[in-house]
C-alpha cells in the first residue's frame, strides 16, 4: 500500500485556486516533489524542494508544506492544468522512494 | 538538451522476456541515478527502484524483486529494465526517470522518458 495518501479528485472553475494535498509519515523528514501527467503522456515535474518550479513552468504552480503534509496550489487554474497530480517523496525507511496516489484535477 | 530516450512498444507471450532500454544525452550519464516507474493500465504511478550509474547497484521496491533487473551500458548511456517470466499483470508502460537533488534539497525526477508500453498477452 502506498505510504503517501491524496485525494482521488478535486475540480477547479476556471481561474480559480486548487490546492492538492499530499499526506504521510515521511513527509515530516522529507520534501515532496510533483508531477503533472496528462493523457497518454509521460509525467512532467512541476514542483521540488521546498518551492521550486522548473523552468518552462508557470508561476501560477507552487508548492508547500506542514508537518506531514505536503501542498501544491494552483493559482489561477487554466484548461491546461486538468491532468493528474503526483506527489513523491522518500519513505519512512529514508532508503527508498514512493508516489501518491493521485489526484484528478478537473478545470469546470 | 537532456532527454532520455526509450524503446519502442513491445507484445508479448506470457512466459517470456523483455528488455526495455533507456538512452541518456546531454549529461554525463553516471552523474546521476536512473529510476524506473510502472503504470498499470489506467492506474498510478508506481515506483519500481533505481540504480546507480556510477557503481551499477540496483535497489528494488517491494514487488520488483526477483524477475525485475536493472543494467547499464555506460558507453553507449543507456539504462535497460529487464523483466523474466513475463505475466499478463505486466502489461504497463514503463518509464526512466533521471534523480536530481540531495538530501538537503530534496529528491525528484527530471526528466523523463517517454514510456515503453509492455504488453503481455498470448
Known amino acids: 500500500s502506498s505510504e503517501l495518501t491524496q485525494d482521488p479528485a478535486v475540480s477547479v472553475a476556471l481561474g480559480q485556486t486548487v490546492r492538492i494535498t499530499c499526506q504521510g509519515d515521511?513527509?515530516?523528514?522529507?520534501?515532496a516533489s510533483w508531477y503533472q501527467q496528462k493523457p497518454g503522456q509521460a509525467p512532467v515535474l512541476v514542483i521540488y524542494?521546498?518551492?521550486n518550479r522548473p523552468s518552462g513552468i508557470p508561476d501560477r504552480f507552487s508548492g508547500s508544506s506542514s508537518g506531514n503534509t505536503a501542498s501544491l496550489t494552483i493559482t489561477g487554474a487554466q484548461a491546461e492544468d486538468e491532468a493528474d497530480y503526483y506527489c513523491?517523496?522518500?519513505?519512512?525507511?529514508?532508503?527508498?522512494?514512493?508516489f501518491g496516489t493521485g489526484t484528478k484535477v478537473t478545470v469546470l | 538538451q537532456v532527454q532520455l530516450v526509450q524503446s519502442g512498444s513491445e507484445l508479448k507471450k506470457p512466459g517470456a522476456s523483455v528488455k526495455v532500454s533507456c538512452k541518456a544525452s546531454?549529461?554525463?550519464?553516471?552523474?546521476?541515478?536512473m529510476n524506473w516507474v510502472r503504470q498499470a493500465p489506467g492506474q498510478g504511478l508506481e515506483w519500481m527502484g533505481w540504480?546507480?550509474?556510477?557503481?551499477?547497484?540496483?535497489t528494488y521496491a517491494q514487488g520488483f524483486t526477483g524477475r525485475f533487473v536493472f543494467s547499464l551500458d555506460t558507453s553507449v548511456s543507456t539504462a535497460y529494465l529487464q523483466i523474466s517470466s513475463l505475466k499478463a499483470e505486466d502489461t504497463a508502460v514503463y518509464y526512466c526517470?533521471?534523480?536530481?537533488?540531495?538530501?538537503?534539497?530534496?529528491?525528484?525526477?527530471?526528466?523523463w522518458g517517454q514510456g515503453t508500453l509492455v504488453t503481455v498477452s498470448s
Open positions: 526517470a533521471r534523480e536530481n537533488g540531495d538530501y538537503a534539497v530534496g529528491d525528484w525526477f527530471d526528466p
Open positions: 546531454g549529461y554525463t550519464f553516471t552523474s546521476y541515478a
Open positions: 540504480i546507480n550509474t556510477n557503481t551499477g547497484n540496483p
Open positions: 515521511s513527509l515530516r523528514s522529507y520534501y
Open positions: 524542494g521546498k518551492n
Open positions: 513523491n517523496s522518500r519513505d519512512s525507511s529514508g532508503n527508498h522512494r514512493v
